[in-house]
């Protein structure tokens, strides 16, 4: 299974970025998609799930800016991301799991907010 993202880059402070993600080598419709953020210096956090039943979770920080969605494809994922702030820069990684924890990660994609 392979997981490619795409989407990520520099932006300025107020800005957006829609990430993607797109699973390959399953025959299987993941239970689970979602996207984790890496900050230097930190440990991977989740930033938001969509299960079976298009039932979203979201962190604290990111809720009402961010929205997670699936795409028509079996096993792609986009979070678009709105209002970004300097403190969403990070490398965000999409997740796939065929149970409620994740089971295989993509190499992750930068996403910089900075004036």
């Known amino acids: 299974v392979q997981l490619v993202e795409s989407g990520g880059g520099l932006v300025q402070p107020g800005g957006s970025l829609r990430l993607s993600c797109a699973a390959s080598?399953?025959?299987?419709?993941?239970?689970?998609m979602g996207w984790y953020r890496q900050a230097p210096g930190k440990q991977r956090e989740l930033v938001a799930a969509?299960?079976?039943?298009?039932?979203?979770t979201y962190v604290d920080p990111v809720r009402g800016r961010f929205t997670i969605s699936r795409g028509d494809a079996k096993n792609t994922v986009y979070l678009q991301m709105n209002s970004l702030k300097p403190e969403d820069t990070a490398v965000y990684y999409c997740s796939a799991g065929l149970g409620p924890s994740p089971d295989y990660w993509g190499q992750g994609t930068q996403v910089t907010v900075s004036s």
């Open positions: 080598g399953s025959i299987f419709t993941f239970y689970v």
């Open positions: 969509i299960r079976n039943g298009d039932t979203t």
